[in-house]
């Protein structure tokens, strides 16, 4: 791989300061670790925690062209063309033409827009945290069109149809991910000053 997570971190940082895209890029960067280690993957960890990292690259500065301007961002700066594809196939039937064919790129299809679901729904929660939340209750605000409405059902079903699940098993999955790894994200936001 051509890039350390320092080096990618970097790179986020040069094009994203809203603390926002800053916590949604490090919640799934941990998200998609989970996911490396959960499916059998934990020899690609580093590359699939990066790619969750720089997922959304150009999303803060270039939302029109989201998936294609990060293309070439990350060319410029040399970064590894696994890397640039994997991050560009989430963008798969709305942004670019590149369809999710690793695991790694479907977990990342079927997760980014969960990511942030679930992270809305913690919000609401007395405890703002996903550690007490049950999966009756995210379904509940999944099915919820009028909650996080900016995260696309559409899409999250896609993914859950992509890896082969059924929608609760992309749901508690997810769910579970970001409950083992909140520890370490809250940590990783407040060492980025991403609040």
Not at 112 to 118: F, H, K, S
Request: hydrophobic letters at 40%.
């Amino acid at each position: 791989m051509s890039i350390t997570r320092e080096q990618a971190w970097d790179l986020l940082k040069q094009y994203n300061e809203e603390p926002f895209h800053l916590r949604h890029a490090i919640t799934v960067e941990h998200v998609m670790g989970w996911f490396a280690d959960k499916l059998g993957y934990g020899d690609e960890k580093e590359f699939w925690s990066i790619v969750g990292l720089l997922h959304d690259l150009d999303f803060e500065r270039w939302p029109e062209e989201h998936c294609e301007k990060s293309q070439e961002l990350m060319r410029e700066a040399g970064v590894d063309e696994a890397v640039i594809r994997a991050t560009a196939s989430h963008g798969w039937g709305h942004r670019v033409d590149i369809k999710p064919e690793h695991q790694m790129e479907k977990v990342l299809f079927a997760v980014d827009e969960l990511t942030g679901l679930i992270g809305a729904a913690a919000l609401m929660r007395p405890s703002k945290s996903v550690a007490d939340m049950e999966l009756k209750s995210l379904k509940k605000k999944f099915k919820d069109k009028k909650f996080a409405a900016g995260c696309s059902r559409e899409i999250i079903a896609q993914g859950a149809e992509l890896l082969g699940w059924d929608l609760d098993e992309l749901l508690n999955q997810t769910l579970s991910a970001m409950r083992d790894e909140e520890s370490a994200i809250e940590a990783a936001v407040s060492e980025a000053g991403a609040r």
